[in-house]
């Protein structure tokens, strides 16, 4: 036998340990990616709002230099550009795409109320819209 023969060191880890460290951190990416999806959510909710209610002021101000509402149904990108242009005479800083990369939707409901509201991020559901901007006089 030999005499010089030393046992095994026990240092390290087992594979267990290790898989349960693996665990571990894959839980708390899961939970990171998940809490920066619905604030990136909420951040474009918010970041809709705020442009609706610009919106919203450039519309008031057309009514009372125009007296009525901005009158005909904005609703596809090639109605935008002469309700842009209506609006942005009076405020140059309006957005009229949303943070999902579609144009607010405007319907006039007679020359003195409108609707105006984004889709949100599924424009095939309502469930998402925004829809905070409704003006009467």
Known sequence: MLRNAQKPSCRGFTLVELLVVVAIIGILVGITIGISGFAGRKAAASKAAAELERLKSALEEYRVEQGQYYTKEV??????????????????????????????????????AYRLWSEGANPTSDIDNIDTAIGQF
């Open 75 to 112: 609703k596809v990108s090639a109605d935008l550009p002469n309700f842009k242009l209506a609006l942005t005479n009076l405020s140059e800083k309006l957005v009229f795409i949303d943070p999902w990369g579609r144009p607010y939707q405007y319907r006039p409901q007679g020359a003195f």
